[in-house]
């Protein structure tokens, strides 16, 4: 037994390095929520949660007044049972579940979990999580944001390539449909073919805006649509899905283990962007990835590649990871990228090496 003798959560705001947008939103901040576990036998382990800009002082309350003080209870939760830890706090939370806050704040804690568990074997999250392989195919959204110019793209695109990377994203959800094919079509006819591309709507169209679209898309040769529709419209998804041969890609949105697999029964998901932090931590993202294999799916998670690219590592349906730099101001290194592909840290741990004094710097509660 490992009993768990500190443990604390703090909110920080971390800027944003550009100016990001899709067709509903525009990521004004990166709120993040850390947790700092202490163990009798003198590990520590640091976890985190994050919102795009509101919520995370919600869920910092959640984890202050509720999930830490029971890590602390009758001296101290073992903190080997990571299973038994998301399981009890989990249950703990039954009025406000399956819901984001709660997702996002159990996220912090069993990610400094596994930070602990990672440490005291000294080994590296994506060989203690599976162990696939090192190095993940990494495609660029940084230059594909809705506000850009089809030039912008062009540039951005051709520059990813001259890199060696294999993709990128582009966002769509332009008033006209004419506008999203003219922007898709500049990329395509500027970088060929062999390089992938793939669009993101982020929720925004209806059932019937969707279909035209993806017709319109089909000839540019895409490599997926992500989030078409409400994230909640299983059936909308399902329904998309069998009238386009472009993948349908989800998950960026769903809380729950539970909510991934309605998807893939209902072959309602071609491609799983499963996110860490919004389902809940490490231990559920590894159920979906593998629940995924089973339904002959790939994961391509969606933001985070410095925690995801462990878990892409570490599995052997991982796709993609998706190149979105957002820690840079708070840690001391960078992911490292190699030809194209994102490299697993090697390290003990997440392996991402925190700035205590930039965090500090930052914080806000
Ligand atoms: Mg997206």
């Given at each position: 037994m490992t009993r768990i003798v500190e443990a604390s959560a703090y909110l920080i705001d971390i800027e944003v390095e550009t100016l990001r947008t899709d067709a509903v939103q525009s990521f004004v901040k990166q709120e993040t929520v850390f947790v700092d576990l202490v163990t009798d036998d003198g590990n520590t382990g640091t976890g985190y949660s994050y919102t795009i800009g509101t919520g995370g002082t919600s869920v910092l309350a959640l984890l202050r007044e509720h999930l830490i003080p029971r890590l602390l209870d009758?001296?101290?939760?073992?903190?080997?049972?990571v299973e038994r830890l998301w399981f009890d706090l989990f249950a703990s939370t039954r009025a406000t579940t399956v819901g984001a806050i709660t997702s996002l704040a159990l996220a912090a804690i069993d990610t400094a979990l596994w930070d602990l568990r990672c440490k005291r074997a000294g080994e590296p999250l994506w060989r203690l999580a599976?162990?696939?392989?090192q190095e993940v195919p990494l495609y660029d959204?940084?230059?594909?944001?809705?506000?850009?110019?089809p030039d912008e793209l062009v540039r951005g695109a051709l520059d990813a390539r001259a890199a060696g990377w294999p993709g990128v994203k582009l966002k769509v959800g332009k008033e006209r449909v004419e506008q999203d094919v003219e922007r898709l079509r500049a990329v395509r006819e500027a970088v060929g073919q062999g390089f992938d591309i793939m669009v993101d709507a982020?929720?925004?169209?209806t059932a019937a805006e969707a279909r035209r679209r993806a017709a319109a898309f089909e000839p540019l040769g895409l490599s997926w649509f992500e989030?078409?529709?409400?994230?909640?419209?299983v059936a909308g998804h399902a329904a998309l899905a069998r009238s386009t041969s472009i993948p349908v890609a989800v998950g960026e949105s769903l809380y729950s283990v539970g909510q991934f697999r309605e998807y893939l029964a209902r072959g309602a998901a071609s491609i799983v962007q499963v996110d860490v932090a919004r389902v809940g931590g490490i231990t559920p993202w590894l159920k979906v990835a593998h629940l995924a294999e089973t339904f002959n799916v790939h994961v391509c998670p969606h933001f985070l590649m410095e925690l995801h690219v462990s878990l892409v590592a570490a599995i052997p349906n991982g796709r993609y990871v998706e190149h979105i730099p957002q820690l840079r101001a708070v840690t001391r290194g960078q992911m490292q990228i190699r030809d194209g592909h994102a490299v697993a840290p090697d390290?003990?741990?997440?392996?991402i090496d925190w700035n205590p004094d930039a965090i500090d710097a930052r914080r806000r509660a």
């Open positions: 009758h001296g101290g939760a073992d903190a080997t049972l599976g162990g696939f392989r959204t940084e230059g594909g944001w809705l506000h850009l110019s982020n929720q925004s169209m989030e078409p529709l409400p994230a909640d419209d390290v003990p741990g997440l392996g």
